[in-house]
């Protein structure tokens, strides 16, 4: 790979837009294509390589063009998966630094300042809005995952309904089934339909058993990945840790 | 682990092409493989990465460490000036068991230099 070609693929990384390299195997030429546009490399796609190319991109998914183009590979890069995470809480601290690792560039929303403190959570993005305007602002996506773990309504629920009506992947809300079951009575009286409220993964997290707050996000973050990937058996919801 | 990613750092822990670039910007040799095709049952998705500097240091891992031994070995072959090449391991290889992937499944892999 030329290092003008590295370059151009780090630096669209690093603007969080999503990537392209493409390698034809046989020559070796490539090209960097970044948001749709050819960007550098030896190698000049033609349209046909640009639509699979995005169609890659779109479902994430890297590999050999499909017939007649598989003598291209396209390595894919999307921007990373965002957690969204409300309620500066103690799991909060256990959840951020695990996702994190796992991949995730998470955002935390809390605006009561003596939970979401720089102290408590080191280097992490914080945002002290009300919920709802501080979700709207995060414009969750298709790779966003939000979780809410206030257990105060008044920050939880108007978080919820933001939530709702964006493409987050994932929607999780901590609480005991009485809690869920006495939110979910609270988001209908506010105009949530049940298919929206399916969406809604609570008690949050797969049923590992534990109870501290380092095995509730475990929990969490497992069940995120079972979603992510559409591991989730139908009718298979489970309670949860907490 | 959290002492190399402090919170709130943009770069994962294990972004092997921002460490290939570390290692370029250092002036030492990098070669790149990358996982093109699998079948059946494989360690690591399409995509997944090894980079390999010209001492034989590596970041990343294109299996579970069954093929990394000879990929790291084409790896240098290339940084010494040998054409970029798509290498295949599955069970069916005479030196299966030297090389081979225990899982039974098979991949490709494309072993290019940094330049």
Redo the contacts between chains.
């Keep these: 790979m030329k290092r003008e070609v590295f370059d151009a693929l780090q630096s669209a990384r690093a603007a969080k837009q999503p990537a392209a390299l493409l390698t034809e195997l046989e020559s070796g030429r490539q090209a960097v294509v970044a948001a749709g546009e050819v960007r550098a490399g030896a190698l000049q796609p033609g349209p046909e390589v640009l639509d699979a190319v995005a169609a890659a991109v779109r479902h994430d998914r890297s590999g050999r063009l499909p017939e007649p183009l598989d003598g291209t590979f396209a390595a894919v890069f999307n921007p990373p998966l965002r957690l969204v995470v409300v309620g500066a809480v103690h799991i909060a601290q256990l959840l951020a630094p695990m996702a994190e690792l796992a991949g995730y560039e998470v955002t935390l929303i809390d605006p009561r300042q003596a939970w979401a403190s720089p102290e408590r959570f080191p280097g992490l993005t914080l945002l002290d809005d009300w919920p709802d305007e501080a979700l709207a602002k995060q414009a969750p996506d298709s790779r966003t995952a939000v979780v809410t773990l206030t257990h105060d309504p008044k920050l939880d629920d108007p978080a919820l309904i933001a939530a709702l009506s964006s493409e987050a992947f994932y929607l999780g809300a901590l609480g005991s089934r009485r809690t869920h079951a006495k939110r979910l009575e609270r988001l209908r009286t506010q105009g949530c339909d049940e298919a929206a409220l399916a969406r809604i993964h609570g008690p949050i997290g797969l049923a590992l058993g534990g109870r501290s707050p380092a095995e509730i996000a475990i929990a969490v973050l497992a069940q995120m990945t079972q979603v992510l990937h559409g591991a989730e058996p139908p009718g298979a919801r489970r309670e949860a840790a907490a | ?2 002492g190399q ?6 770069e ?2 294990d972004d092997v ?2 460490q ?2 570390r290692w ?1 910007d250092e002036g030492r040799k990098v070669a ?1 493989a ?1 996982v ?2 699998t079948w059946g049952s494989s360690p690591r ?3 997944s ?1 090894l980079a390999v500097d010209e001492a034989g240091n590596m970041t990343g891992s294109v299996s579970g460490g069954c093929i990394e031994g000879s990929v790291v070995e084409e790896a240098l072959r290339v940084m010494a000036g040998a ?2 090449k ?1 290498l295949e391991y599955g069970v069916s290889d005479e030196d299966a068991w030297a090389v081979g992937l225990a899982c039974g499944g098979r991949v490709e892999v ?1 072993v ?4």
Excluded at chain 2, 5 to 10: A, M, N, R, Y
């Design positions: 682990m959290a990613h402090p919170l709130g750092t943009q994962p822990a092409l921002a290939a670039g370029l790149l990358t093109v095709s998705p399409v995509g990465q054409p970029p798509l494309y290019e230099t940094l330049t």
